[in-house]
């Protein structure tokens, strides 16, 4: 099922996370933004899991590869 066109990446992480993240990332699709609660909704592509309510910086743009 595809969720979305633009791969995105979730830090691998707790909710509860305090600080930037160093650790690693999964391509994700967003399938829901909530601009004034600064999260959003995802799915995990490795796994389709849906991830609700995450952090807006837990999220981030696919970094792009170089040809």
Known sequence: MVHGTKLYQIAACSPNHVGKWEGAWE?????????????????????????????????????SEEL
Do not use: G, H, Q, W
């Open 27 to 63: 391509e994700c699709y967003v399938v829901k933004e909530d601009l004034v609660e600064m999260t959003c909704s995802a799915v995990v592509v490795s796994d389709n899991v849906v991830c609700k309510n995450i952090a807006l910086r837990f999220v981030r743009p696919m970094e």
